[in-house]
């Protein structure tokens, strides 16, 4: 079938959970995995209503009946990024109209619309995720996300000192995401 789609597996929303916390909003849980089966079939997309387009590769066996590959950072890294363009578009963003536009002008000028040069402080590398375009800061949450994974994940022989000071200064970031989904306090009734 063109259109097969299945809800998130529970693996799957565990490891979102730990990125963005439980976001409040009713369309956070309608998100929905896509087999991408049109166009560049080697990139996942989202569009508007929670649709995230995964390539066959991503999932177990290959078979998008199984669980997304949470195990490659490249492939969780994915998720992380779609699922983020869903929080945007949440959030009141014009992620699917704003991000045509910068693709048009890769393709158009040859202006990469992810590239970004990371700062090294954590307060300067929130502060400039906080003011980039919709696909710089799906890139960004992408690459704190596979840091925080490689990180935790780390092998006999990695090198664990690398891998943490990678993971620690994305923490700001991290955080800052996960701290929108909790709700404001109710004002002070006197």
Request: aromatic letters at 12%; one cysteine or more.
């Amino acid at each position: 079938m063109l259109f097969w789609s299945r809800p998130l597996t529970a693996d799957e929303w565990t490891l979102l959970a730990r990125y963005f916390g439980q976001p409040q909003q009713p369309g956070w849980t309608r998100m929905r995995l896509y087999l991408r089966r049109l166009g560049d079939t080697r990139r996942a997309l989202s569009f508007n209503g929670g649709f995230l387009s995964m390539p066959a590769y991503c999932f177990a066996a290959s078979d998008p009946r199984q669980c997304l590959r949470l195990d490659a950072p490249l492939v969780a890294g994915w998720l992380a990024h779609e699922a983020f363009h869903h929080w945007q578009r949440l959030q009141g963003q014009a992620v699917t109209r704003q991000a045509l536009c910068l693709q048009w002008r890769f393709w158009r000028h040859g202006i990469n619309p992810y590239a970004y040069t990371p700062a090294a402080s954590p307060a300067v590398l929130l502060a400039q995720f906080q003011h980039a375009q919709v696909e710089q800061q799906a890139q960004m949450w992408q690459d704190a996300v596979m840091a925080d994974i490689a990180w935790r994940q780390a092998a006999l022989g990695a090198d664990p000192q690398r891998l943490a000071a990678a993971a620690q200064r994305w923490h700001a970031v991290l955080d800052w995401v996960k701290m929108q989904a909790v709700p404001p306090p109710p004002p002070l009734v006197p």
